[in-house]
């Protein structure tokens, strides 16, 4: 069966998250967006697994339903939505003289295995702090407690590239998903590459070649859910998403963000304004023109320094991916009105209710279609995304980069 999921959310007890972050909104809006599967996200919280407990019954098969389906926010096309138990760990330690902070993605298939990694972690830190707990640990111990917790619990490195917080970021990042994980790195079979890489710059690194490239929202509101997702063609089943996932058979690819839009793709220093390409900021040696610092060395150029090729060259066996641009960006950029804009809203509410569901819009229906139904603009616009034929405006030291598909100007004359 063909299915789509976004295994990195957040809940309402994660910081800096919409209050209005619950199963309940988390199941309305994967319906709007088109997604099958949904991290649940923050399982080490321990009000949120209580909730989990509560709220969620096992189907089965290693996935979970709501007990009480919530009415549907606006009309969409019906999606028998599952959960499947997630949570996001911050890992920050010392390791060879160096202080290192990454973010590593969990998932277990039942309530009894979460329950035995949540004992374990929270005699290592402090886990009702916050959604994404901070633990004093080597993430390679943390992936130690993982994998003895179940054979069927597994570890993705998030976001792999941002600068702050990932595996292989340029602040306190390693060099090789090895020399973070040492004698358990064959555990690891998926890294995120994060908003801001794509597919195509992870395949310069022939390093990550044995990995699934994997992309997911890291919403922290469920209007964001979907921004990037992966998309399955196996058992609608807990093993059978991490069979695709550590095989790459029945693993279709993902559903990317561009790029540029991720907010640490190009180096800069975001109070000073300044953005630089990766060339531009060598030629200063990393130093800010404007206050003398070390520019926050973005994600494209932490690619070029760890690749080995100078074409990305995908295993041969690699899925590919498709880009998309939320919905309510194109929208904005049509009427030239904010994206939280009323007007905007309408239209995707009307949007939703003509094709069944975002995802459905934004990659399969008819150009035709779309043209009947809202004219030619919309039309011209979902053409140029499918053809991948955008103007974009790169993100830099936690701005994010903006996409358009028309030319500043070019819609007064339609
Ligand atoms: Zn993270
Ligand atoms: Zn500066």
Same mark, same amino acid.
Not at 388 to 408: A, H, K, M, N, S
């Given at each position: 069966?063909?299915?789509?999921?976004d295994?990195?959310?957040?809940?309402?007890?994660?910081?800096?998250?919409?209050?209005?972050?619950?199963?309940?909104?988390?199941?309305?809006?994967?319906?709007?967006k088109?997604i099958?599967?949904?991290?649940?996200?923050?399982?080490?919280?321990?009000?949120?697994?209580?909730?989990?407990?509560?709220?969620?019954?096992?189907?089965?098969?290693?996935?979970?339903?709501?007990?009480?389906?919530?009415?549907?926010?606006?009309?969409?096309?019906?999606?028998?939505?599952?959960?499947?138990?997630?949570?996001?760990?911050?890992?920050?330690?010392?390791?060879?003289?160096?202080?290192?902070?990454?973010?590593?993605?969990?998932?277990?298939?039942?309530?009894?295995?979460?329950?035995?990694?949540?004992?374990?972690?929270?005699?290592?830190?402090?886990?009702?702090?916050?959604?994404?707990?901070?633990?004093?640990?080597?993430?390679?111990?943390?992936?130690?407690?993982?994998?003895?917790?179940?054979?069927?619990?597994?570890?993705?490195?998030?976001?792999?590239?941002?600068?702050? %917080?990932?595996?292989?970021? @340029?602040?306190?990042?390693?060099?090789?998903?090895?020399? +973070?994980? *040492?004698? $358990? /790195?064959?555990?690891?079979?998926?890294?995120?590459?994060?908003?801001?890489?794509?597919?195509?710059?992870?395949?310069?690194?022939?390093?990550?070649?044995?990995?699934?490239?994997?992309?997911?929202s890291?919403?922290?509101?469920?209007?964001?859910l979907g921004r990037?997702a992966?998309?399955?063609?196996?058992?609608?089943?807990?093993?059978?998403?991490?069979?695709?996932?550590?095989?790459?058979?029945?693993?279709?690819?993902?559903?990317?963000?561009?790029?540029?839009?991720?907010?640490?793709?190009?180096?800069?220093?975001?109070?000073?304004?300044?953005? %630089?390409?990766?060339?531009? @900021?060598?030629?200063?040696?990393?130093?800010?023109?404007? +206050?003398? *610092?070390? $520019? /926050?060395?973005?994600?494209?150029?932490?690619?070029?320094?760890?690749?080995?090729?100078?074409?990305?060259?995908?295993?041969?066996?690699?899925?590919?991916?498709?880009?998309?641009?939320?919905?309510?960006?194109?929208?904005?950029?049509?009427?030239?009105?904010?994206?939280?804009?009323?007007?905007?809203?309408?239209?995707?509410?009307?949007?939703?209710?003509?094709?069944?569901?975002e995802f459905?819009?934004?990659?399969?229906?008819?150009?035709?279609?779309?043209?009947?139904?809202?004219?030619?603009?919309?039309?011209?616009?979902?053409?140029?995304?499918?053809?991948?034929?955008?103007?974009?405006?790169?993100?830099?030291?936690?701005?994010?980069?903006?996409?358009?598909?028309?030319?500043?100007?070019?819609?007064?004359?339609?």
């Amino acid at each position: 069966m063909r299915y789509t999921a976004d295994l990195h959310v957040h809940s309402h007890y994660s910081r800096a998250t919409s209050r209005a972050l619950n199963l309940e909104t988390l199941y309305q809006w994967a319906t709007i967006k088109g997604i099958h599967i949904i991290g649940t996200g923050d399982f080490t919280h321990p009000k949120w697994f209580q909730e989990l407990q509560e709220k969620l019954i096992p189907d089965g098969n290693g996935f979970f339903k709501l007990k009480n389906l919530p009415s549907q926010l606006m009309t969409a096309q019906a999606i028998d939505v599952r959960f499947c138990l997630s949570t996001e760990i911050s890992c920050i330690y010392k390791d060879g003289n160096k202080v290192r902070k990454n973010h590593h993605l969990l998932y277990a298939p039942d309530f009894e295995t979460v329950a035995k990694i949540n004992d374990k972690l929270s005699t290592i830190g402090n886990l009702t702090a916050d959604g994404r707990p901070i633990l004093g640990m080597p993430a390679r111990d943390l992936l130690e407690i993982v994998v003895s917790a179940s054979d069927s619990a597994y570890l993705i490195p998030a976001h792999i590239w941002t600068p702050w %917080f990932s595996v292989l970021g @340029s602040k306190s990042g390693y060099n090789s998903i090895a020399a +973070c994980f *040492k004698d $358990l /790195t064959s555990h690891i079979f998926a890294v995120e590459t994060g908003l801001s890489s794509d597919p195509a710059m992870n395949r310069l690194v022939s390093a990550l070649d044995q990995y699934t490239m994997m992309s997911n929202s890291d919403a922290h509101s469920a209007q964001n859910l979907g921004r990037e997702a992966n998309l399955f063609d196996t058992a609608c089943t807990y093993d059978g998403m991490f069979e695709a996932l550590k095989t790459q058979k029945g693993f279709l690819g993902t559903l990317e963000f561009f790029p540029q839009e991720g907010k640490y793709f190009m180096d800069g220093h975001r109070n000073c304004g300044v953005c %630089f390409e990766p060339t531009t @900021s060598q030629a200063h040696h990393g130093i800010c023109p404007e +206050c003398k *610092k070390p $520019l /926050t060395i973005g994600v494209l150029n932490r690619v070029v320094c760890l690749a080995d090729r100078e074409q990305p060259q995908p295993p041969s066996h690699a899925a590919g991916f498709e880009y998309i641009i939320p919905l309510p960006e194109i929208i904005s950029e049509i009427k030239g009105m904010g994206v939280s804009s009323k007007a905007v809203q309408q239209q995707f509410t009307s949007i939703i209710g003509l094709f069944g569901n975002e995802f459905t819009f934004l990659r399969e229906s008819p150009v035709e279609d779309i043209k009947q139904q809202l004219g030619p603009i919309y039309a011209e616009a979902i053409s140029r995304l499918r053809n991948r034929q955008i103007i974009p405006e790169p993100g830099y030291d936690g701005v994010y980069g903006t996409i358009r598909v028309f030319q500043l100007g070019e819609l007064k004359n339609k």
